[in-house]
């Protein structure tokens, strides 16, 4: 069985529709389906599968594809492991002659890469070089049985231990760079990212390593070293202990700071305790917390800037569907700033039954707001106010806003006419400046020039358009093929995506082989995939007729027909009287 038989049998055997509701909840709508993005939040469906040409389409954030750029997409895999990963779910073998992409054998060997590095911090964690990485262990209370359950280690204090082990190990310098293990210098030369740190590796749902944080033992550098992003790690989309956490049983996570924080949890008996991953929450780790959790309680530092990456979180969590509550650890100790501290002082058991009585996120931000003003004062009163508007704006459920406004006015004083108008009208403007904005963008053109795919787009529209309505017609219409070329060849495109998408249908074509989605998906990039999902998805509702077709077609030649401003300039004064004439002579015969 060659890749093609094995693709046609792959794209039976999983029907978009079943492998994408094993992700999302969809509804029919029509004769498509319909649900909330996975990769973006929203609030209102703009997610759409297409059975008929199996393919889906985000209205939304512009993702598209076949099941393999779905799976692609979902689970962070290049071409190749979306297949094996489609293979594992049908039964169906891959064809032995398949050969991976190079972007999957350099993912193969980063992982292979970062296990090896893995063993090699935590081997180092119990040579004589860790004994202060294990004392300073101990001093934070880590057992001996949580630093094995996490693969805790150690980085000697040294500019090539870890350099010089993987080389021994039959790694290149270009792939330890490639995973972030090494650093180049200026001088050209290769040295450790990490030194004397104790290592937190970060493993992702499939059990490898995808990269390493780093903890100071000394006051050189940063606190905290997290690996850069590559091609098997991204901050945004990974939480440090996860792996562990989903398995807990719960519907529940607790989200935290820093590692020490969710390791230290753990050991307190909180085996649902996550963390990012040396950066800020962001919405992609929040779609992620949504698979695994119907509730997050949030346990970041009591600090400013923890308050602040608080209010943050929260948002991001309202916005994916995921109930959130504060963990309130300093209420009475202002000295305590973070679980750890929590925890070795007052111990587990007090800290899990203060985890209990977290406080909803609503009443979190209500409480902070009251305390931050002092409501004898008319003008702080105001502020308090106008702050509890901004909030109330962000509640989505009716009831539980109308219960807050209750509350905020038998506090206040203040009707709960005006708190219900006040808020409705926020509401409102705030959907006016989306839609304004969107409106803005459409009218400057910002979307169309600010497209990498296709950059000529822009300055060609209408033919581009053309281009893409024919490509459109020509994926429904497959027996058009000698229709069309005898109309029109691929360097009558303007732009060079539609060229190179209009050839390959056309090149296909003439084998006999196959132009649906699963066709392209080898030899399409995903955002190009995405751009021709869009093509089909927004034209789905038009009758795909041959009058259509030709209109296309003559907008296309005309404009092919027309002097570009580059092209005019460099004629002489004699062609350009002789090429106006002609213009005119054809325009009256029309």
Known sequence: MNLDDFLNRLKYACDIEDVVSSYVTLKRAGRHKSGLCPFHLEKTPSFVVYPDTQSFFCFGCGVGGDVISFVMKHENLDYMEALRFLSARSGIPMPEDSRDS????????????????????????????????????????????????????????????????????????????????????KNGGYYDRFRNRLIFPIIDLRGNVIAFSGRALDDKGAKYLNSSDTPVFKKSHNLFALNFAKSAGSRRLVLAEGNMDAVSMWQAGVTEAIAACGTAFTAEQAK?????????????????????????????????????????????????????????????????????????????????????????????KIKYIHGCVEALAEIYDDIER???????????????????????????????????????????????YGDRLNPSKADNLKASMSEEGIIWFILGNPDYREYILSKIKSEDFVSEWSKRVFFLIMDKLKDNRAIDFTAFSSELSPEEMSRLAGIMAKKTEFSNTKKQLDDYIDVLLSNKNKKGDTELEQMSPEDIKNYMINKRKKQGEQ
């Open 288 to 380: 992620l917390v949504s698979r695994y959790a119907d509730s997050v309680v949030i346990a970041y530092d009591s600090d400013i800037a923890g308050q602040k990456a608080t209010e943050r979180a929260t948002s991001l969590l309202s916005q994916a569907g995921v109930e959130a509550s504060v963990l309130i650890l300093n209420a009475d100790d202002p000295d305590i700033k973070d679980p750890d501290d929590y925890i070795r002082k007052y111990g587990a058991l007090r800290f899990r039954d203060c985890l209990e009585k977290s406080k909803p996120v609503q009443s979190y931000k209500f409480s902070t707001l009251k305390n931050k003003y002092d409501l004898s004062l008319p003008e702080e």
């Open 102 to 185: 190079g972007m999957a054998e350099i993912k193969k060997r980063i992982y292979e890469a970062n296990k090896k590095a893995a063993r090699f911090f935590y081997k180092q964690l119990g040579e004589d070089c860790g004994r202060y990485a294990r004392k300073y262990a101990a001093g934070r209370g880590l057992t001996p049985e949580t630093v094995r359950k996490f693969g805790i280690g150690y980085a000697p204090d040294g500019w090539d231990g870890l350099k010089d082990h993987m080389l021994s190990e039959k790694f290149t310098l270009e792939e330890l760079a490639a995973a972030d293990l090494i650093v180049r210098g």
């Open 402 to 448: 109308d219960v807050y406004i209750s509350n905020i006015a038998a506090d206040t004083g203040i009707s709960k006419e005006v708190l219900q108008n006040s808020t409705s009208d926020l509401i409102k403007k705030r959907a006016k400046g989306r839609k304004q904005k969107q409106w803005r963008d459409t009218l400057s053109g910002r979307e169309i």
